[in-house]
């Protein structure tokens, strides 16, 4: 019975090694599509303006570090603009924006005070204010505290939604990297997020962004934010403002494409401690729910193979090593898949990490997988939990 029960494990086994393969070649031909229309960019002889829209509560420390790279920004088109929602702050964030709107007169203030009632929790709220001020045709969402690279980063956006005629453009935000095992693994669950979500709106399959950096058409979100099944979808949660807009646009068949290139992705200080990132993620997560069916099954499949398989390769390690039920057959068979299985991994993150940070080692991506699994086993009941709590 124990022999039959170890070879019906190592047939499941060779079964999620497959569906793990799948997967993989499935965002490595991705990756080849994205990269070939990321660096297809026409620029345009009458560039249009641009709104660039930050919303930030009590963030007077990012502001003062922060905010310098997006004032710095080019703007050709005279209406072109920064935005920053003060949302109900209690800090020194408004003396601040005072202070840089004397120095930059297209940074725009929309002060929100603290005893104004809200019609949408969360950073919604802030963010339907900037949409109805937004003068810019684009819209460049960040967060307060995002930095970039140049100061033709906004412009870059434009022209490459231009080329593409997309309606919603989705981009990199990737954090600091620090030291040690907690900043490593934030390193290797920004690249497995945007690797999904980039592979998937490539095949017309977008199910979410990431504030960070995200662009829309303003036309489109003018029409959006009228729509009562869009002010549905956005009083469920808190969070998930971006998921939100994107699993709606989505349903009305919008254009959705991923401009990944490291030089336009945004750079946010990294979390600092596990229980702050576990807070941010439970946030992020809740809001998974809300994806279509179709979404949910490939996020899940791929998630519970990824962390079936590496259940089952841990267990037949420890029996090897305990026992001497494992036939050369059975051991050599594993060998074969493992290999397959890892070297195939360890060149689609190290393909797609050319995005991220291009001198970062990818070996320990692979293993990092192994932590992710105790992630989602942390985060799982979230998917579940209503979030009650404002945003920061």
Not at 116 to 142: C, N, S, T, V, W
Not at 201 to 217: I, K, Q
Not at 263 to 268: D, K, L, M
Not at 292 to 310: E, I, M, R, T
């Amino acid at each position: 019975m124990w022999v039959n029960m170890l070879e019906s494990g190592v047939y499941l086994w060779i079964i999620l090694s497959g569906i793990q393969i799948v997967f993989t070649v499935y965002f490595l031909l991705a990756y080849y599509k994205v990269k070939k229309i990321s660096k297809s960019v026409v620029a345009s002889s009458n560039p249009l303006s641009f709104s660039i829209i930050i919303c930030g509560h009590n963030e007077a420390k990012h502001i003062s570090h922060q905010l310098l790279s997006i004032l710095n920004q080019k703007m050709t088109h005279p209406e072109s603009e920064v935005i920053f929602v003060n949302d109900r702050s209690t800090d020194k964030s408004n003396e601040i924006l005072q202070h840089y709107q004397s120095q930059f007169p297209r940074l725009k203030v929309i002060y929100i005070p603290i005893d104004k009632p809200r019609k949408y929790q969360g950073k919604k709220d802030a963010l339907m204010h900037a949409f109805e001020e937004a003068k810019g045709e684009y819209l460049i969402l960040l967060d307060a505290d995002c930095a970039v690279t140049h100061d033709l980063w906004a412009e870059d956006w434009v022209s490459w939604m231009m080329t593409h005629q997309a309606a919603v453009g989705l981009g990199i935000g990737k954090y600091e990297k620090g030291k040690g095992l907690l900043q490593e693994f934030i390193q290797f669950e920004t690249l497995n997020t945007f690797m999904q979500y980039g592979s998937y709106a490539m095949n017309n399959r977008a199910y979410m962004g990431v504030g960070r950096n995200l662009v829309y058409e303003k036309r489109v979100i003018k029409k959006a934010i009228q729509d009562p099944e869009l002010i549905t979808l956005f009083q469920k949660t808190i969070g998930g403002d971006d998921d939100m807009m994107i699993h709606y646009l989505k349903t009305k068949d919008h254009l959705i494409l991923p401009y990944f290139k490291e030089e336009q992705a945004t750079i946010s200080k990294s979390p600092e401690s596990w229980k702050v990132y576990f807070k941010q993620k439970s946030r992020h997560v809740s809001v998974g729910k809300h994806y279509s069916q179709h979404n949910q099954l490939l996020l899940g499949a791929y998630a519970l193979s990824q962390a079936l398989w590496w259940v089952l390769l841990s267990t037949f390690v420890i029996l090897y090593i305990l026992t001497d039920t494992f036939s050369t057959q059975f051991v050599l068979t594993i060998l074969i898949f493992f290999a397959i299985v890892f070297n195939l991994k360890f060149f689609n993150y190290t393909i797609w990490n050319r995005f991220h940070s291009k001198g970062q080692n990818s070996f320990t991506f692979v293993w990092m997988e192994l932590l992710w699994l105790i992630y989602h086993i942390i985060l799982a009941p979230f998917i579940f939990w209503k979030n009650n709590k404002q945003w920061k």
